[in-house]
T-cell receptor
Framework: GENVEQHPSTLSVQEGDSAVIKCTYSDSASNYFPWYKQELGKGPQLIIDIRSNVGEKKDQRIAVTLNKTAKHFSLHITETQPEDSAVYFCAPRSNDYKLSFGAGTTVTVRA | DSGVTQTPKHLITATGQRVTLRCSPRSGDLSVYWYQQSLDQGLQFLIQYYNGEERAKGNILERFSAQQFPDLHSELNLSSLELGDSALYFC?????????????FGDGTRLSIL
């Protein structure tokens, strides 16, 4: 099965600064790379995704970059705001179409 | 709001009992996925159904079973419950069968075994 490692496990940033989370996966056949945000008491919410034929995708303050050769992809949040505080998960999908979730990164944005 | 509805939100029961969790997918979605989230195992895929048929299986125990009905809602049945089954159970849905479309999650059912 897919081995997924997510770093860091916790991240504290000052409001307005940037946050970067990295996800490393093992299955070279993985072809879809989503990031989910989970707030307390809620289910994971898809915030951005990228497919293997694209290197970077941006949506306002959020971006994802993919390096298929090195088998990692990263989530970038710019101009962080208090509402960005949450747990973020990467979940690469391999050829069997299953999502394999990382252990999560707890992001805290300090006002 | 993801459009995926899960009931109940909370469930408290005892060891050895059986419970049923229910999920209504987003309108138009044919695939339903079940996940378990616990502190020690993280988010783990259990099983997928597409248009009423089992499509993929993950780390689902034999004491657990699921089905998808003609109206596309799904139920996850957990039996002979053990303390270690205490967890959050999430349902997700997507439009396609092969997982080529994004999965959208409900807000889960929190199961507590006493």
């Amino acid at each position: 099965g897919e081995n997924v490692e997510q770093h860091p496990s916790t991240l504290s940033v000052q409001e307005g600064d940037s946050a970067v989370i990295k996800c490393t996966y093992s299955d070279s056949a993985s072809n879809y790379f989503p990031w989910y945000k989970q707030e307390l008491g809620k289910g994971p919410q898809l915030i951005i995704d990228i497919r293997s034929n694209v290197g970077e995708k941006k949506d306002q303050r959020i971006a994802v970059t993919l390096n298929k050769t090195a088998k990692h992809f990263s989530l970038h949040i710019t101009e962080t705001q208090p509402e960005d505080s949450a747990v973020y998960f990467c979940a690469p999908r391999s050829n069997d179409y299953k999502l394999s979730f990382g252990a999560g990164t707890t992001v805290t944005v300090r006002a | 709001d993801s459009g995926v509805t899960q009931t109940p939100k909370h469930l408290i029961t005892a060891t050895g009992q059986r419970v049923t969790l229910r999920c209504s997918p987003r309108s138009g979605d044919l695939s339903v996925y079940w996940y378990q989230q616990s502190l020690d195992q993280g988010l783990q895929f259990l099983i997928q159904y597409y248009n009423g048929e089992e499509r993929a299986k993950g780390n689902i125990l034999e004491r657990f079973s699921a089905q998808q009905f003609p109206d596309l809602h799904s139920e996850l049945n957990l039996s002979s419950l053990e303390l270690g089954d205490s967890a959050l159970y999430f349902c997700a849905s997507s439009g396609g069968a092969g997982g080529n479309q994004p999965q959208h999650f409900g807000d889960g059912t929190r199961l507590s075994i006493l």
